[in-house]
């Protein structure tokens, strides 16, 4: 059926109006899985005792562009100023790449001050802070994983507990297909919800 048109006698219509969706239009196409921004989960892990690294080695990278992460009441074990990162494997999830990341980001504490992370040799994608039995949330976008003549870019935005906010980028300055990604800090995370989504584009079927 022809998606994108309402019909000639709707209020104020003057035109035919091949540019938005009718409800049955975006029930139908999101039931086939075709609706393009549409997230589809793809794995949700939730973490309840000490757990040295989440591991997603099924991303399902070969029918996204875009992935999309949340991470969810992250909270380490034992405490301590703990660096949420990302790091991504080439290989399944054999092992995983520990270095050729570049980071920038803004951290705006409570107290209204700001400061800046940034590098370009480090060893992974650095997301918000966790502090002693405070909790952080971040979410992630996620780009080019499946395409191995493009780097693999990541955007985010995280809150720690306290209200300190952050937000920024990096890149695994690398042209290789991704197909699994690792959650960490330097200690092992006790609580956490993380849950990894693909970002359905408008010609996936």
């Not at 040295?52 to 991470?71: A, E, M, P």
């Not at 034992?78 to 399944?92: A, K, M, Q, T, W």
């Not at 940034?118 to 992630?140: C, F, H, K, M, P």
């Not at 690398?174 to 970002?199: F, M, R």
Request: charged content about 10%; aromatic content about 10%.
């Amino acid at each position: 059926m022809p998606y994108g048109y309402l019909g000639q006698n709707q209020p104020n219509q003057t035109v035919n109006n091949s540019g938005v969706f009718s409800i049955t239009d975006v029930a139908e196409l999101q039931s086939q899985g075709k609706l393009g921004g549409s997230l589809e989960l793809i794995e949700e892990q939730t973490v309840t005792s000490p757990t040295s690294s989440i591991n997603f080695t099924n991303i399902k990278g070969s029918q996204y562009d875009v992935h999309f992460l949340t991470i969810l009441g992250y909270e380490t074990n034992g405490g301590g100023s703990e660096l949420v990162v990302i790091r991504f494997s080439n290989d399944g999830g054999s092992t995983y790449e520990s270095s050729n990341y570049q980071n920038a980001q803004q951290v705006c504490a409570t107290g209204g001050t700001f400061s800046e992370i940034r590098g370009t040799s480090d060893s992974a994608i650095q997301l918000s802070y966790t502090n002693n039995t405070e909790q952080s949330n971040n979410y992630v976008y996620l780009y080019n994983l499946n395409n191995s003549s493009k780097y693999s870019f990541a955007t985010f935005q995280g809150l720690k507990q306290g209200a300190d906010i952050s937000f920024g980028g990096g890149v695994y300055a690398v042209a290789e297909t991704i197909n699994a990604l690792q959650v960490i800090t330097g200690v092992a995370c006790d609580v956490a919800t993380i849950k990894l989504y693909g970002v359905k584009q408008i010609w996936v079927t």
